[in-house]
């Protein structure tokens, strides 16, 4: 028997069914070869094999991001743009403070923030377009909004994107306009956001340093796959080059942006483990905390429904109708292609049900995982209808850990806030289910995730729909094997089983062991990708 290169002693959370926990992995040429006990495992240390020691420590599988956008938050994250989030800047002066500090810094190339948002920055001013062009006169000014569905934008910013009074609004997308038809200063969705800060991008030489750093963050929160779930191929030549070179250290799974042309040059088996497009990305509504999702009930009549710019009493809308999205759905589902899509309302989920069960009626497939993103407002039978269909659910759990206490006190009332993320009614109902972030959205922060699924508790401390709360090991596998099911990649990553790659991360305790608020607060000592560390401490002691 050859040796291994790498032999891990210790507790090993395995997240395999038929042996969930070990005392020692072993690996070599970056794949796992033995799992099991100690004195099993041993057999594969030889001269050469790197051995360590986890002490009290856990090594489970690498962490998963099953809906993220790392290419684009290599940028927002960069020196490029300024983070004004509410995780990084609260009070509402502070962030006024920093647009002023940007515009009076960045001058003529413009000034670029990401994170606002009148919700958790109480007190933030009106974003008009006079307030926009009264801090910035004479240089290009754009704000993202914390959810990167909505950007404000300065005259000077709409002039230099070559927007016009008769600039047409993109297929799902709209800019703002007031009652002569001139623009506002708003931009909604990612069809008229884009436009305004790809500017922000700079010296397109720098992106790859920019994208390395991405992997940086991504490994220190023991993540080695993450999604990118609004994919657009002008990324294609930078990534596979990077690949190339060995210069990822997390593997990457695309959907691409569907387009007026509703075609790829991708066929659906391309790439390789490291870097593959995996589907097509497609949207029903928006978001929450501006007002554009498809809901069968209303916002409250409340100051913060006022504050985001809701008129009470709307139900939101859908930006795209059910015959575009046949349209689309039809255009690439019969290809081979899985289909994502983001939907947050009711009403939009049912819309999109409609048309997965379509399109599946018209082209069977046994194993499409036809996605449903974020579905904040899913209902039971949804769920139920979901299960039979075999369309899974990638849940944003994490927002009930920041917008937890607004989402029922002001924005939908008990009834329909309590079960925000019903991660609980998904499972119960049989649907396979992940958890993410959405970053930047919210921060990489995957153990916080399953602390919050586990939990559901809020900012100020309640717990919000105690029914939807999931077990530890369902909150598990929901950001390890069934985020890779979800993305098609279950068979080589999620677990550590014999064959599958050596992608894992070292956390500082077994989290099925501690009280499952702690969880989010577990250290990450290390992260391995094909039995590589990427990240943290050496855990090599001979």
Same mark, same amino acid.
């Given at each position: ?156 910013? $709409? ?126 509504? $928006? ?5 554009n999702i498809d809901l069968t009930f209303p916002y409250l009549d409340t100051p913060e429904v006022r504050t985001i710019g809701v008129t009470p009493g709307s139900c939101g809308h859908a930006n795209y109708t059910k015959d575009q999205l046949r349209e689309i759905v039809g255009a690439y589902f019969p290809l081979g292609w899985p289909m994502a899509c983001h939907v947050q309302g009711d009403a939009g989920v049912d819309t999109i049900l409609d048309v997965y069960e379509e399109v599946l009626r018209e082209h069977p497939r046994e194993d499409h995982r ?39 006190? $002001? ?132």
């Amino acid at each position: 028997m050859s040796s291994a290169d790498l032999v891990i002693l210790g507790t090993v959370m395995t997240v395999d069914e038929a042996k969930p926990t070990a005392e020692a992995i072993a690996v070599r040429d970056g794949r796992i070869v033995a799992v099991g006990n100690r004195s099993e495992v041993e057999d594969w240390i030889g001269p050469d094999t790197q051995v360590g020691n986890l002490g009290d420590g856990c090594v489970m599988p690498g962490l998963i991001e099953a809906h993220g956008h790392p290419l684009m938050e290599a940028i927002v994250l960069s020196d490029r743009m300024v983070d004004i989030r509410p995780v990084t800047v609260r009070n509402a002066e502070d962030v006024v403070a920093a647009v002023r500090d940007a515009v009076a810094e960045r001058g003529d190339d413009g000034a670029y923030l990401i994170g606002w948002d009148a919700l958790l920055q109480d007190g933030l001013p009106a974003p008009t377009l006079a307030w926009l062009d009264s801090m910035a006169p004479d240089t290009p000014l754009v704000i993202v909004h914390n959810s990167g569905h909505l950007c404000y934008f300065n005259s000077v910013a $709409g002039r230099r994107a070559g927007l016009t009074l008769d600039t047409p609004d993109p297929t799902g997308a709209r800019y703002g306009r007031n009652e002569n038809g001139e623009l506002d200063g708003t931009a909604y969705e990612t069809g008229a956001v884009f436009p305004l800060v790809r500017s922000a991008i700079g010296d397109e030489e720098m992106y790859p340093s920019m994208l390395r750093a991405e992997c940086g963050r991504l490994n220190a929160a023991g993540l080695t796959t993450c999604s990118e779930m609004a994919f657009t191929p002008a990324f294609r030549s930078v990534l596979d080059g990077m690949r190339d070179a060995g210069a990822l250290t997390v593997r990457i799974r695309t959907y691409e942006v569907s387009n007026p042309a509703l075609k790829t040059d991708m066929v659906p088996v391309n790439g390789d483990d490291m870097v593959r497009q995996v589907g097509i990305k497609i949207w029903v509504d $928006g978001s929450p905390w501006i007002g554009n999702i498809d809901l069968t009930f209303p916002y409250l009549d409340t100051p913060e429904v006022r504050t985001i710019g809701v008129t009470p009493g709307s139900c939101g809308h859908a930006n795209y109708t059910k015959d575009q999205l046949r349209e689309i759905v039809g255009a690439y589902f019969p290809l081979g292609w899985p289909m994502a899509c983001h939907v947050q309302g009711d009403a939009g989920v049912d819309t999109i049900l409609d048309v997965y069960e379509e399109v599946l009626r018209e082209h069977p497939r046994e194993d499409h995982r036809l996605r449903l993103e974020h579905v904040g407002a899913m209902r039971p039978d949804q769920c139920e209808r979901a299960a039979r269909l075999g369309v899974t659910c990638s849940i944003f759990v994490d927002q009930v850990h920041y917008w937890g206490d607004v989402i029922v006190d $002001g924005l939908f009332g008990p009834e329909h806030g309590s079960h925000w993320m019903p991660a609980g009614t998904a499972l119960a109902a049989g649907v396979r289910i992940s958890f993410h972030n959405d970053p930047p959205v919210t921060p990489e922060e995957p153990l916080r995730n399953i602390s919050v699924a586990i939990t559901r508790i809020t900012p100020s401390g309640r717990v919000l729909g105690p029914e939807e709360r999931v077990s530890v090991d369902q909150a598990i596998r929901a950001q390890t094997i069934d985020a890779a099911y979800q993305l098609f990649a279950d068979d080589i990553i999620g677990s550590l089983e014999v064959g599958k790659y050596a992608d894992m991360v070292v956390l500082s305790a077994d989290p099925r062991t501690v009280p499952p608020e702690q969880i989010a607060d577990l250290e990450v000592r290390a992260t391995f990708l094909a039995g590589q560390q990427v990240y943290g401490r050496a855990l090599v002691t001979h």
